[in-house]
């Protein structure tokens, strides 16, 4: 690895198993299991594999908002996958999604397991079979698809770009740093524009564009990620803070935005969820605590 601007690439690039920074240690050039480990399956019809990260929080907020409309058959059991140790390696989580990446979700509820990967596709999923967040009407339902499929393309440019050249290489560099910064405020700066005449992402409804956009988008707003709000000025997008705002403020939101969480203030952490009085004994901890 070097930091000189007269790198010359090999004819054949090779391994370096010191490359990664931060995450050099679960980074591979390769798919597949590392080692054998079945998948734990709960008592509940949906079984979720997943980590507090940006893209594990649009499910558990998903989730949360399904079972706060009365849809019983949105409960589930949340696993905690810890990626820093490489349990995306492990047989059963690659069985249910050979990508390796969080959040896997296995649907129980039919005779036939279901398996469901990539956060775009299962929040569809979930709102296809349970028919709310994304709405019927042909003009709503495809804009709210391309809103969730803009996230989709975008955010790789805010965490795998800026993120990583921000705050997880080993050493800062000025061209990638501006180069995805510059990105992520233009994005930033699309979504101020439509949240200037817009309640939220799509339209006057709240949808699972939001769920997918507000973990990213509304965590960098809110401050939450890379310790870049100063460096990116987001203050400055006062449309995407009112509405990072009140995204925010949901009880359901609230609430998937802890599950599978392991950083942060430990009572604001809820690693497995199995129930929804797990919540509960949670927030009487974090009274405990306060005493």
Request: without cysteine; glycine residues 10%; hydrophobic residues 40%.
């Amino acid at each position: 690895m070097t930091d000189t601007p007269d790198y010359t690439p090999p004819k054949v690039w090779t391994w370096n198993k010191a490359n990664g920074g931060r995450f050099a240690n679960i980074n591979r050039p390769i798919a597949g299991p590392t080692h054998d480990k079945d998948l734990p399956v709960g008592r509940h019809p949906l079984q979720l594999y997943s980590l507090g990260t940006p893209n594990g929080v649009k499910i558990t907020i998903m989730l949360e908002e399904l079972l706060a409309l009365g849809h019983a058959g949105a409960e589930y059991d949340a696993w905690l996958i810890r990626i820093g140790e490489g349990d995306q390696f492990g047989s059963g989580f690659v069985a249910a999604n050979p990508n390796s990446k969080i959040p896997a979700l296995v649907d129980r509820s039919g005779p036939t397991p279901i398996r469901v990967f990539e956060s775009g596709a299962i929040l569809v999923y979930l709102a296809e079979k349970f028919g709310a967040f994304l709405p019927a009407e042909s003009a709503a339902r495809a804009e709210t698809l391309s809103w969730l499929f803009w996230q989709m393309g975008s955010a790789p440019y805010l965490g795998g770009g800026f993120g990583h050249f921000y705050a997880y290489a080993p050493f800062k560099m000025e061209y990638p740093i501006d180069r995805f910064a510059m990105e992520v405020k233009r994005q930033l700066d699309v979504l101020d524009r439509r949240l200037a005449e817009n309640a939220f992402i799509a339209g006057p409804d709240y949808t699972i564009a939001d769920m997918a956009i507000w973990p990213w988008y509304g965590g960098l707003a809110k401050g939450w990620l890379y310790g870049a709000a100063e460096f990116l000025d987001v203050a400055a997008y006062r449309h995407v803070q009112r509405w990072a705002e009140a995204i925010g403020e949901r009880p359901a939101v609230r609430r998937g935005r802890m599950v599978n969480r392991v950083q942060g203030e430990a009572s604001s952490q809820l690693h497995e969820r199995h129930d929804a009085s797990d919540f509960e004994t949670r927030t009487q901890d974090k009274l405990k605590a306060a005493e």
